[in-house]
């Protein structure tokens, strides 16, 4: 296996909330290799959009972090040490697409100046050569009328055009790492499939890692080699995307995917995980979070540090997963 390119180990994030702090990130721990593509899927308030701007350095005034986040790209960099040089650097490695552009991209600067203003800014090209490249980029994510459009404001333009011109805008440093930060939630399902179908082509080519945060399993399983499950601040199953959906390895996982409608059988009503779900803020010291809503837990479950461990090729943080999903895990 390649060495990995970002290693997030033992990441915890509080915020101050009403005089103290409190957690909204417990426990979130992996690794991304180069040209590879990780998908992190979980319910509102579990923790997905937090973990990908702690590994941008885009946190709240105030946040706490402790844990490890170290980019190798030619040497090891501890992000969390960077300082303000050093992060410009490293934002111009590791690129965020988000999820609502309108509420990133100043609706008071033309679509050239913000693609082209912080790369002119950090001296990383000329302005000549920056608007040049943005325009190629914009033609390549398929905005139609590149030069004409770098003189355009952001409220002449569409929401899927402007979510292209972010894409644009992270793609113009050449960065090995992109996160992408539910880019398709605002967008029509057509401009949807589009959008995704232009960050997973473009990744392939170029050989970029991809971080991509959804609420959708099945686009997640289709853009990305694995798929991390978040619920309540911490991973609760890493596996490999096609096994994810057939054998998955903790009921919380399992119990997204019988929740979702069929595409081949009707059905009078959709699964419904019992109970409500939890955020970081109000789950238990001890024990599994999930436990309250799972079918299958017991006792064991409620006390004591539940580790992510390796159960027969993935990642899981349930302590009956052999005994549930079988010695094999299904395969």
């Known amino acids: 296996m390649s060495a990995p390119l970002l290693?997030?180990?033992?990441?915890?994030?509080?915020?101050?909330?009403?005089?103290?702090?409190?957690?909204?990130?417990?426990?979130?721990?992996?690794?991304?290799?180069?040209?590879?593509?990780?998908?992190?899927?979980?319910?509102?308030?579990?923790?997905?959009?937090?973990?990908?701007?702690?590994?941008?350095?885009?946190?709240?005034?105030?946040?706490?972090?402790?844990?490890?986040?170290?980019?190798?790209?030619?040497?090891?960099?501890?992000?969390?040490?960077?300082?303000?040089?050093?992060?410009?650097?490293?934002?111009?490695?590791?690129?965020?697409?988000?999820?609502?552009?309108?509420?990133?991209?100043?609706?008071?600067?033309?679509?050239?100046?913000?693609?082209?203003?912080?790369?002119v800014t950090n001296k990383v090209m000329d302005r000549k050569t920056a608007q040049q490249r943005a325009a190629r980029l914009l033609d390549e994510v398929g905005v139609d009328r590149a030069e004409a459009r770098m003189k355009q404001y952001p409220f002449e333009l569409s929401g899927g055009l402007l979510q292209r011109v972010m894409i644009a805008s992270a793609l113009l440093t050449e960065p090995a790492l992109l996160l992408a930060d539910e880019p398709t939630t605002a967008l029509d399902?057509?401009?949807?499939?589009?959008?995704?179908?232009?960050?997973?082509?473009?990744?392939?080519e170029r050989g970029m890692a991809l971080i991509f945060i959804t609420h959708d399993l099945d686009l997640a399983a289709?853009?990305?080699?694995?798929?991390?499950?978040?619920?309540?601040?911490?991973?609760v199953e890493v596996n490999a995307s096609a096994a994810?959906?057939?054998?998955?390895?903790?009921?919380?996982?399992?119990?997204?995917?019988?929740?979702?409608?069929?595409?081949?059988?009707?059905?009078?009503?959709?699964?419904?995980i019992p109970g409500t779900a939890m955020s970081a803020l109000n789950a238990p010291a001890e024990g599994c979070a999930f436990a309250p809503r799972c079918t299958h837990a017991e006792a064991g479950c409620l006390t004591g540090t539940l580790e992510l461990r390796?159960?027969?090729?993935?990642?899981?943080?349930?302590?009956?997963?052999?005994?549930i999903f079988g010695g094999d895990g299904g395969r």
């Not at 350095?57 to 300082?83: C, K, N």
């Not at 399902?189 to 392939?204: F, G, H, K, L, N």
């Open 189 to 204: 399902v057509t401009t949807q499939s589009e959008v995704m179908a232009i960050i997973d082509e473009i990744r392939r």
């Open 7 to 119: 290693v997030v180990d033992s990441l915890r994030v509080e915020l101050p909330i009403d005089g103290g702090l409190a957690p909204v990130l417990r426990d979130v721990s992996f690794a991304i290799t180069r040209n590879e593509s990780l998908g992190i899927v979980g319910e509102s308030g579990s923790g997905k959009s937090m973990t990908v701007r702690a590994i941008d350095r885009l946190l709240p005034h105030g946040a706490q972090v402790s844990g490890r986040i170290e980019f190798t790209d030619g040497a090891a960099t501890d992000v969390m040490s960077l300082d303000k040089r050093g992060l410009a650097a490293y934002r111009m490695r590791v690129a965020m697409v988000f999820q609502d552009p309108r509420a990133h991209i100043n609706p008071l600067r033309t679509v050239g100046q913000f693609l082209t203003e912080a790369v």
């Open 222 to 235: 289709a853009v990305c080699d694995r798929t991390a499950v978040m619920y309540a601040g911490s991973l």
């Open 310 to 323: 390796e159960v027969h090729g993935a990642l899981t943080r349930c302590v009956r997963a052999e005994e």
């Open 244 to 272: 994810l959906h057939e054998h998955p390895m903790h009921p919380y996982t399992a119990a997204l995917a019988e929740a979702r409608p069929s595409m081949h059988a009707r059905a009078q009503r959709l699964t419904v």
